[in-house]
């Protein structure tokens, strides 16, 4: 077995430099690298590229590094939830490339999987589809879309064993197995951190050849962006 | 009168089929999730990677690891099952969602759609719509007929940045129920008490009206 567990998030971010492609997982604040995210902050490292699907809340997920100005460019496919995300793009201070959230997810998955680049019909005759191979597949239009590179990728699951292996609960799960696959260096934070041999191999989500560093998480907040409710009748 | 919202939603899931897969978007589609007609099963898709979600959590229940593509916290009926993003999109693109239902800003007569930006003013990100629109082969617009101003939404050319191309078939208002025809929208019915020179004052692009128009009955 090879051991990927490291000490703390401290080590787990060891590598991370200014100017880097980063993906973190996450749908909205669900399934977010609080952690890594919370280490990002403090190292104050800057002109990041943050491949994710949102850009957090105004004080928590990705906003608190929008907050601190440590992101150039924010790579996305909807980014409604965050007033600081929307001023410093309107007043151009942050560069936003916003594509469809199908075409993201296969970009990750693409780059984890040694596919360069694949066909989609998602934007073809849309702003999105400017500058890029279109084609033909019987008698539908697609355009050319390109495999993501990330130096690090962070995500976040529920348990994960000293292999490396992951298992995600619930929604939480979204991007996070494409992006494990996609980084070069992918760092994986758990709730519950076990001995290998501990997860039942049949219920893994994510195999540990994906991920580099493991460690367990803490203190997560697990903030609710939505809290919506029924009454009981 | 016009239909409210939930008018609109109730027109909508009367097009729900024994069987079908379908995908709500944001808005008015989420609350066609609450007048399923009886005698018929379907199964919700949430882009986020959901299949079988439910209703609402009661108070005290939610998950913070159970939400919508709206980021609402939702619950799972039995059957659900759960996935990654990448597998979610797959079911969509592959066409294995057999209706979405969504809204938008503007609706042109040849199926055009715009619903994710206003240059200069309003820049959210299309989320998963473009995928969605441009691959589903039923896809149901739930929208208002004109904007605050009055001016109509239902028009012969979009005018904001496009979602899709030539996708909407079918376009449910609080006004009306237009089909997307090689002609122009057709008129298939009107809100109750809703009269056919209404729905004309309130339509900039091409209307096609055959015969008498049905009141919608809901």
Known sequence: MINKTVNNVQEALI???DGMTLMLGGFGLCGIPENSI??????????LTCISNNAGVDDFGLGLLLKKKQIKKMISSYVGENDEFERQMLSGELEVDLIPQGTLAERCRAAGAGIPAFYTPAGYGTE???GKETRDFNGKMHILEHAFEA???FV???KGDTAGNLIFKGTARNFNPMMAMAGKITVAEVEELLEAGELNPNEIHTPGIFVQRIFQGKDYEKRIEQRTVRQKS | MALDKIGIAKRIAQEL???WYVNLGIGIPTLVANYIPKGINVEFQSENGILGMGPFPYEGEEDADLIN???QTVTLLEGASIFDSALSFA???GQHVQLTVLGAMEVAENGDIANWKIPGYMVKGMGGAMDLVSSAENIIVAMMHTNKKGESKILKRCTLPLTGVKCVKKVVTDLAVLEVTNDGFKLIERAPGVSVQQIKNATEGTLIIEGDIPEMVL
Request: proline residues 0%; without cysteine; charged residues 30%.
């Open chain 1, 15 to 17: 590598g991370v430099k």
């Open chain 1, 38 to 47: 919370s280490e990002l902050v403090k190292l104050g490292v800057k002109n």
């Open chain 1, 128 to 130: 999105v589809a400017e």
């Open chain 1, 151 to 153: 130096d690090f990728a």
């Open chain 1, 156 to 158: 976040k699951a529920w």
């Open chain 2, 17 to 19: 089929q024994d069987g």
């Open chain 2, 69 to 71: 593509a709206g980021k």
């Open chain 2, 91 to 93: 079911m969509i693109r």
